[in-house]
């Protein structure tokens, strides 16, 4: 079936506003969604975007009012995030027993909670809009929505369209627009794919002319690399085994035993070994044998670790630089915490009732840490990154001094083996191109990853398996424009244009 095909069937199916006509609407809207999610890693389905947006864009034409308009927008949302994000129900998993029935109603509020920022978006177009001008209405509050997904309440900015285009030519944008610059232009493109049966060279003219100026930019150059050797360690812990008495101190030796390899050859040995997060079972505190006796184990290569701590009674989930003699020289606590995962609002209260944050492993839940804090390691610079902090890439601009790299380490087990690992992968993959930098991935198992300042990865280790990759470290590309100034050129223009249409939209309806 042809765009304009399916536009028009589209068209006829919700041409009347009856009761009939809107739950029909709503399924479309529901199953339109859904096949927008396939756009997302590891499908990565770009089809389905053209298909998706501007059969929705029908339905936001053929709304009538705005309360059927907000329910299509909501519709829409519940089933983009419903599938594009049903790895959540993998933690749920890891303990079964107390924990599988509360993993339908995670799904479901997450979905429908998000979904929540399209409907509003779908509600203020049909208000302040009507004919093909709601279109363009619907392009800037969606797009403020996604803002206000990324940065509201701590933010959950996962599943931004902007994901959808790692590894094509589209995100050599990136270092430019940033994420929020790609969803801006995925909208600006695909939404007037609706107008395609009434008005083609209207609908088409932004995807040609769009694909044309990608198409026509320069392909990057090869990243240059140093001569700086990088090992990165994936011991593959499942998370149900992770934490077991009898099973926790296997992954660590299998870490050491990785982190070992090649001693006493005339292979080239790393200037640093990265461990995932909490690879060392046990607090910082109380672990000074135990850092001796690995450091003794690799060499005495310095050795980057994720490692608990506590500190007057709070805990913190950290990365610590540990040198040759075992000492901890210097520590990052992780700032951006994941809600429910790794804190509980209201912790104490609810520690009551036996409920604590998934993730946490020493009392009822971590604290966060003081904010981005760049490393001075062997191999230069580095802004560490624990797990969910890759996904923000405000937290990473936060930073005042440009590091050299950046560096992730993360336990991506809890995502399970099927979307989430990849869909966090991703977003590593648009810190680096964004900032210019490369990115050092470590995964308790997930994909280890060498990325260069491109976003392209240029070592791996695949979801599932155990390994150790030595890897050259890439050198940094000169600051881009969108490490200086983050979101807000495009910010700042959605808001005038939000601004513009909500004025001309209350005066419409002053003289209605």
Request: hydrophobic residues 55%; proline residues 7%.
């Amino acid at each position: 079936m042809t765009p304009g095909g399916f536009a028009s069937g589209l068209a006829t199916l919700v041409k009347n506003s009856g009761r009939a006509s809107l739950w029909l609407a709503l399924v479309l809207a529901l199953g339109l969604g859904g096949v927008l999610s396939l756009s997302l890693a590891p499908l990565h389905i770009l089809w389905t975007l053209p298909l998706a947006l501007g059969g929705i864009g029908v339905l936001a034409l053929r709304a009538v009012g705005w309360r059927q308009a907000a329910l299509i927008g909501w519709a829409f949302g519940l089933g983009y995030f419903g599938f594009g994000l049903s790895w959540i129900i993998e933690p749920f998993q890891i303990d079964a027993e107390r924990y599988a029935w509360m993993a339908p109603f995670a799904l479901v509020f997450l979905a429908g909670g998000l979904a929540l920022f399209w409907g509003a978006t779908f509600a203020l177009a049909a208000r302040w809009a009507v004919g093909q001008r709601r279109l363009l209405v619907l392009l800037v509050f969606w797009s403020l929505a996604e803002f206000g997904r990324a940065y509201l309440l701590t933010g959950f900015p996962w599943a931004g369209f902007g994901q959808f285009w790692i590894d094509t030519p589209m995100a050599q944008l990136l270092p430019w627009i940033g994420a929020q610059g790609l969803a801006f232009l995925t909208l600006a493109v695909c939404l007037p794919l609706a107008l395609l049966r009434r008005k083609p060279v209207l609908a088409l003219s932004p995807l040609v002319v769009t694909t044309a100026m990608v198409l026509l930019l320069p392909a990057p150059p090869a990243a240059e690399m140093t001569t700086r050797l990088v090992r990165l360690v994936q011991p593959n812990a499942p998370q149900a085994e992770k934490w077991l008495p009898k099973k926790r101190w296997e992954f660590a030796r299998r870490a050491v035993e990785l982190s070992a390899k090649g001693q006493g050859t005339t292979a080239p040995q790393p200037e640093l070994i990265v461990w995932p997060e909490t690879a060392v079972p046990q607090l910082l505190n109380h672990a000074d044998e135990t850092l001796a006796a690995i450091m003794a184990q690799i060499g005495g290569v310095p050795l980057l670790v994720g490692i608990q701590r506590e500190e007057d009674g709070r805990f913190f989930n950290s990365a610590a630089l540990v040198d040759q003699a075992g000492v901890a020289v210097q520590i990052y606590d992780k700032a951006h915490l994941v809600p429910f995962g790794e804190y509980v609002p209201f912790g104490d209260t609810m520690a009551r009732f036996g409920i604590y944050g998934f993730a946490s492993q020493a009392g009822a839940g971590y604290s966060a840490g003081a904010g981005p804090q760049v490393m001075d390691l062997p191999i230069g610079t580095a802004l560490p990154l624990i797990c969910y902090e890759a996904v923000f890439a405000q937290d990473v601009n936060a930073v005042k001094q440009r590091p050299e790299m950046l560096i992730q380490i993360t336990n991506d087990a809890w995502f399970g083996a099927r979307s989430g690992p990849y869909q966090h992968l991703v977003q590593a993959q648009m810190r680096a191109a964004e900032q210019g930098l490369p990115m050092l991935r470590a995964a308790n198992t997930g994909i280890t990853a060498m990325i260069d300042p491109y976003g392209q990865i240029r070592e791996n280790i695949p979801l599932g398996e155990a390994g150790a990759v030595d890897a050259l470290l890439p050198k940094p590309l000169a600051a881009t424009l969108y490490s200086r100034t983050g979101d807000w050129p495009v910010f700042l223009l959605c808001i005038a244009l939000g601004l513009f249409f909500w004025f001309r939209g209350a005066a419409v309806a002053r003289h209605s």
